[in-house]
């Protein structure tokens, strides 16, 4: 049985102050007139505006910079920028006046797009985890039984992280800020693409499909674990039965509406973009980070001795299916990177023009983060029974899959003001404490071993 | 060689892992095995060095992988620079999205058939090679041990093996 070490609670109420704090300070301190915005913009002189200023004759095509490597369409952006600025074009004709008023909007919508990537970071893990539990009851995995409490433990955040993510969505559905450009009457009024796409991205549909994924992973999750405990005490195998079908009901369930929140909470943030393959992307960046903190905290409960029961050779699963999915993480970004990168189709290419006229470190900085570390690190078979080359690996891994996430959602809602500052540090040490706070307490509260599992025998003695 | 090897046949694959840790442990030296199919654990069992082929393999996706783009810079950038779709060819890196698929397979391709080369090599197995193993049944459904004499009297061997579950048990006298 583990106890939440008194340290443990302390540290992670600490992070969820230190977070709270920080995020007031983000909102506070988000200019709300255009006169702060251009103190903000004078204090932070900006050299390239220079730089790209055309030479007499020269066409914005030539002005693509040819060294960075990447010769797309020109600036695709700025037609974003006169889209949303149309409504301001009539009251301001200084072009000046119109530049500070969208800075204004992107650092006002700067620490609410903070909070959403970190809570929704921390909220795919929790949900990432139900899928790997799910997966394991669905094959009859004979390995991981002996992991299940640590599953279970960590999918207890899935309900406060779903249920935070629910309340953010119903704040922005009430205008309480413009991340979701769609949900504006204005803009919407005067985007054709938009509005013919209205019958499906509208606020009270929006909200009522949020409701059922939600309420629906919350339920199998409900019933999985409860399950899970009382098949300690069965004689048969009854409630593993139960979770059997529940998982593979689930897993149906899941992809589905996986899919759909990703289209819903993320891709319709460009309203205008669409990737058919998104809801996969989104999976995968999901899948790995889970299984990352399954082993993360596997190995943090082995090193206190709570888990005698796992062996190394669990350790090594675990760190192959780190490997193995990193690599798939990358498969998926780049078939949907190069098909994108190669048709040039102007309204496809300005999702990753923005990414990489912009954001192009954190872009490319986050595949080394999520290919290259995790392929070079665990390729050797030995270094993957190394707990804390593992560890190592791992918080690589949620690193670059956390900035994974930020370039998916930031540019489409603070744009080129994007910095990692205060309100997202904030964010991450906030919704990183609950987590830790949450998966500890609910790991605190039930025997560490499934006992009843009629594969336990199988996986206590599991070598590989 | 001249030197003398017992051939002890055994029937199941559980008996023969068994018995080979009861020969090892007895301090008597195994030559070789022959089994139908791989036998998991049969490695560990015999105490046989890990595999070296992993290795091999990494330099192979190395060697792939610098063939490949060596062979697309020449190709596309240097030798022959092609318009495909507009994109640009002044330079490898500014096209290297469009290479990576086959930077990809070629990695995969020296990978696969230099493994295969090298496991060949390794075991010594070419075209119209003869068969080595001693008993047709090893191809079907019985495993054979092969255990060296060397200054072990041949009678107490032989009962130490028939212990072990041994099914058929023969003296072979290489000259």
Sequence with gaps: ?464 | MASKVIHALYTDDDLLLQAVRQVREARYRIGEIYTPFPVHGLDKAMGLAPTRLAITSFIYVIIGLVVAVAMMNFIMIEDWPMDIGGKPSFTFIQNSPAFVPIMFELTVFFAAHLMVFTFFMRSKLWPFKKAENPDVRTTDDHFLMEVVIGNHDAEELTEFLFNTGASEIKLIDNK
């Design chain 1, 1 to 464: 049985m583990y106890t939440l070490s008194s340290k443990l609670k302390i540290f992670s109420i600490v992070l969820m102050v230190v977070g709270l704090l920080g995020l007031v300070y983000g909102f506070i301190a988000a200019p709300s007139t255009i006169e702060e915005v251009r103190e903000f913009v004078a204090s932070h002189d900006e050299p390239h505006e220079a730089m790209e200023m055309p030479l007499p004759g020269q066409t914005e095509d030539e002005l693509e910079d040819d060294a960075e490597g990447f010769d797309f369409v020109p600036s695709e952006h700025q037609v974003i920028t006169e889209r949303m600025d149309e409504e301001s074009h009539t009251m301001a004709e200084d072009a000046e006046l119109v530049h500070l008023e969208h800075v204004l909007h992107q650092l006002q919508n700067k620490p609410w797009a903070a909070v959403y990537v970190a809570a929704f970071f921390f909220f795919m893990i929790a949900l990432g985890t139900l899928a790997f539990y799910a997966v394991q009851y669905a094959a009859q995995a004979g390995w991981s039984p002996v992991l299940f409490r640590v599953m279970e433990g960590i999918t207890a955040y899935l309900l406060p992280g779903s249920i935070i993510i629910f309340i953010f969505l119903a704040l922005s559905g009430l205008h309480l800020n413009h991340l979701f450009v769609w949900m504006d009457p204005e803009v919407v009024e005067h985007d054709e693409i938009i509005r013919n796409k209205s019958g499906y991205l509208n606020v009270p549909f929006f909200l009522i499909r949020a409701a059922i994924y939600i309420a629906g992973w919350n339920i199998f999750r409900y019933f999985m674990r409860r399950n899970s405990l009382k098949q300690d005490e069965a004689t048969d195998i009854r409630w593993y039965k139960k979770n059997f079908k529940l998982s593979a009901g689930f897993l149906v369930f899941f992809i589905v509406t996986e899919s759909m929140m990703s289209w819903d909470w993320i891709m319709s943030l460009d309203p205008h973009w669409f990737s058919t393959l998104f809801g996969w992307y989104v999976f995968s960046s999901m899948f790995v980070t889970a299984v990352t903190v399954i082993a993360m905290v596997t190995i943090y409960l082995k090193s206190r001795d709570y888990l005698p029961f796992v062996n190394n050779s669990h350790i090594h699963d675990l760190a192959k299916f780190m490997f193995g999915l990193s690599i798939f993480w990358a498969y998926l970004w780049f078939s949907q990177f190069m098909l994108i990168w190669y048709a040039n189709i102007p309204e496809e290419v300005t999702y990753y023009v923005a990414r990489i006229e912009d954001y192009q470190l954190v872009f490319f900085g986050m595949v080394v983060l999520n290919l290259i570390f995790p392929l070079l690190l665990l390729m050797n078979s030995d270094f993957k029974r190394v707990n804390y080359f593992v560890v190592m690996t791992g918080i690589i891994i949620l690193l670059g899959h956390y900035l994974d996430i930020y370039v998916m959602i930031m540019p489409a809602t603070v744009g080129e003001s994007w910095f990692i500052g205060i309100p997202e540090l904030s964010a991450l040490a906030f919704f990183g404490g609950l987590f830790i706070f949450v998966v500890f307490n609910s790991l605190s509260k039930v025997p560490l071993l499934a006992k009843g599992n009629p594969f336990i025998k199988e996986s206590e003695h599991y070598h590989y």
